[in-house]
């Protein structure tokens, strides 16, 4: 069974600096996806970025990165000049590749930016 | 943003009356499933279908049953709710082909069980 770990509950930074999100899992696959899900206090789960295991190159969505280490099982999500809007809670998430695969979420993670 | 609706929105209802959440897509995606979000926990997968008529459990699946007889519409019901069972509901879809493997989420479905 995979498993999907944030050991950090909180964390909050400045506005306009870095924070880094750290997320390991646990799986005996070797074709997976890995996922980062923000949401903000509506609710609305929305897709910050992904990252395929096949792929070495680190996925990059604007002020957003990951920096993927297979072999250590490493997924961690960089946001870079933190805004107001980046306040939410994050979701890291890994599916296998293949018929009828299944989300594994791991527990979140809430980030606080500051003025 | 994918076409996906949820009903009711928020709903609050007693100890043992039962209650169906609406799931209603218009992506025609393949696979659609049922999450509870509660604090502390994250989301877990409570039932998932992989096709009209074909459904199967997620971790959580006690309590709870699902139909699917449409590709767009996916009932979750909680035949005689219980306090326990006050959560959001989160539904989404994917459709798992070629690299397309995200999930998208409706907007949830705040329940509160008295």
């Known amino acids: 069974a995979q498993t999907v770990t944030q050991s950090q509950p909180e964390m909050s930074v400045q506005e306009a600096e870095t924070v880094t999100l750290s997320c390991t899992y646990d799986?005996?696959?070797?074709?997976?996806?890995l996922f980062w899900y923000k949401q903000p206090p509506s609710r609305q789960m929305i897709l910050v970025i992904r990252?395929?295991?096949?792929?070495?190159q680190n996925a990059t969505e604007n002020r957003f990165s990951v920096n993927f280490q297979k072999a250590a099982k490493s997924f961690s999500l960089k946001i870079s000049d933190s805004q107001l809007g980046d306040t939410a809670m994050y979701f890291c998430?890994?599916?296998?590749?293949?018929?009828?695969?299944?989300?594994?979420f791991g527990k979140g993670i809430t980030l606080s930016v500051r003025p | 943003d994918a076409g996906i609706t949820q009903s009711p929105r928020h709903k609050v209802t007693e100890t043992g009356t039962p209650v169906t959440l609406r799931c209603h897509q218009t992506?025609?995606?393949?696979?659609m499933y049922w999450y509870r979000q509660d604090p502390g926990h994250g989301l877990r997968l409570i039932h998932y279908?992989?096709?009209?008529?074909?459904?199967d459990k997620g971790e959580v699946s006690d309590g709870y049953s699902v139909s699917r007889s449409k590709t767009e519409d996916f009932l979750l019901t909680l035949e005689s709710a219980t306090s326990s069972q006050t959560s959001v509901y989160f539904c989404?879809?994917?459709?798992?082909?070629?690299?397309?493997?995200?999930?998208?989420f409706g907007p949830g479905t705040r329940l509160t069980v008295t």
């Open positions: 989404a879809i994917s459709e798992h082909r070629g690299a397309d493997y995200e999930q998208y």
């Open positions: 799986t005996s696959e070797n074709n997976y996806y």
């Open positions: 990252q395929e295991a096949y792929k070495q």
């Open positions: 998430a890994f599916i296998h590749t293949g018929a009828n695969s299944k989300l594994t």
């Open positions: 992506e025609n995606h393949r696979y």
């Open positions: 279908s992989y096709g009209v008529k074909d459904t």
